[in-house]
């Protein structure tokens, strides 16, 4: 389990070195809004929300035309895909947004833009020079302790001008990982993800069901289809055509599987889970009728992208053998496997009746197997819950409901 906490620090500034750092300020968040503004016109009629996109849309002219470091360039980018993430949150929960609008005096650093020294920090500026300015902070306090601490891992910050004081502020994210010899007692709650070529991508124990499988299917299809058709006219403009409609529909996946993820993991942390679990899929064709090299691809970025976002909430993602995962009845304390009990988006247990959607249905079993397995292997006396739709089932089937 990792904590993380923000370390504020007063900075002292060479007089000499305030302009350039004020000139950055201001170079970081004329890049950001041009990040933004392009990401606001959209690709396809979606709104970007991906950093990565961006820049591969805008990165060499936003750094040809304002002269920013590489590395805050790209820190831009995806200050501005954050923001765009949020307006594409608040569009889809109906409420009013508008494209965002950067004023405050900040510039983001990434860990190849600024370097922690004992006392002072080197942070990139603008025409590629680095400005050192020391800490400012009294002694034994918990700022103080956070920074000269080896405990602390320190990743990227924020610098932030406060107008009013002359003073200039860093916002230092670290971490350190919780001591875990009496971690194996903690409670481990689970959530089981059962991914799919059609319908709904992914589907949780908890009965959330996201991202539209057929939406991502027919994007591609659509793409092969007028690339199919370029390839057959073979002239130089044809294949130029072709390299953009590349670019263009991996952006969309990219953006798509980006949302997705971000809603499992968002599942996973309103339901307090600590562990992830998918099936392994990415070298098993068979179970995947028609699997294409495609939907490979989607299923292996899909649980990267949730292993990157999940690793930041402390939860962690695991896989478990997807044998049997969608023909066994999840009810407590029944169990029974037949290949019977499926039929297509229907599971009907053959023994017990329990009807449930064979994706829902799936996903519990692949939680369950996790559990299952983590108590053969016997894992230093661990509690472990299944996170369910209305409550948590432990190992032994008991079942508490949620307390919402
Ligand atoms: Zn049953």
């Not at 109906?94 to 494209?99: A, L, V």
């Not at 004992?118 to 302790?145: F, K, M, N, T, W």
């Not at 124990?205 to 006219?233: P, V």
């Not at 490979?296 to 053998?321: C, D, P």
């Amino acid at each position: 389990m990792e904590i993380n906490r923000t370390a504020v620090v007063k900075l002292s500034v060479p007089s000499d070195r305030r302009d350039d750092l004020k000139r950055t300020m201001n170079t970081f968040r004329n890049a950001t809004q041009r990040f933004a503004d392009r990401g606001w016109d959209g690709d396809d009629g979606y709104v970007i929300t991906s950093g990565n996109h961006l820049q591969r849309l805008v990165y060499d002219d936003i750094r040809d035309d304002t002269g920013l470091h590489a590395d805050l360039t790209v820190a831009a980018a995806d200050h501005a895909a954050n923001a765009l993430d949020g307006c594409v949150e608040k569009m889809k929960a109906g409420e009013r947004t508008s494209k965002p609008v950067f004023t405050s005096n900040t510039t983001v650093y990434n860990t190849n833009a600024i370097t922690y020294f004992d006392g002072y920090c080197s942070l990139a500026a603008y025409g590629g020079s680095r400005v050192h300015a020391e800490y400012v902070y009294p002694d034994d306090s918990i700022q103080a302790e956070y920074m000269e601490s080896d405990e602390w891992q320190k990743q990227g910050a924020k610098l932030r001008y406060d107008h009013q004081s002359d003073t200039y502020y860093l916002h230092v994210s670290v971490k350190k990982e919780r001591e875990d010899s009496s971690g194996e007692a903690e409670n481990q709650t689970v959530l089981g993800v059962d991914r799919n070529v059609d319908g709904y991508l992914a589907v949780t124990s908890t009965g959330a069901f996201i991202g539209n499988a057929d939406l991502l299917n027919h994007k591609r299809r659509e793409y092969e289809r007028r690339r199919a058709r370029l390839q057959q006219q073979g002239t130089r403009s044809a294949h130029l055509t072709i390299q953009s409609i590349g670019d263009a529909f991996a952006n969309w996946s990219e953006d798509f599987l980006h949302q997705a993820s971000k809603e499992l993991v968002k599942e996973a942390v309103s339901q307090n889970c600590t562990t992830i679990v998918f099936e392994e899929l990415e070298n098993i064709r068979d179970r995947i009728s028609n699997a294409s090299k495609f939907q490979q691809w989607a299923f292996n970025e899909l649980k990267r992208q949730v292993t990157s976002k999940a690793k930041q909430q402390g939860i962690s993602v695991e896989t478990v053998h997807p044998a049997y995962t969608s023909q066994r009845c999840s009810e407590t304390g029944c169990g029974f496997t037949h290949e019977d009990n499926r039929d297509g988006d229907v599971f009907v247990c053959q023994k017990c009746g329990k009807e449930l959607h064979s994706d829902y249905n799936a996903a519990r079993n692949i939680a369950h197997k996790y559990i299952q397995n983590r108590r053969k292997s016997g894992s230093g006396g661990a509690t472990y819950h299944l996170a369910l739709k209305s409550g948590t089932v432990n190992g032994n089937g008991d079942y508490s409901p949620s307390t919402v």
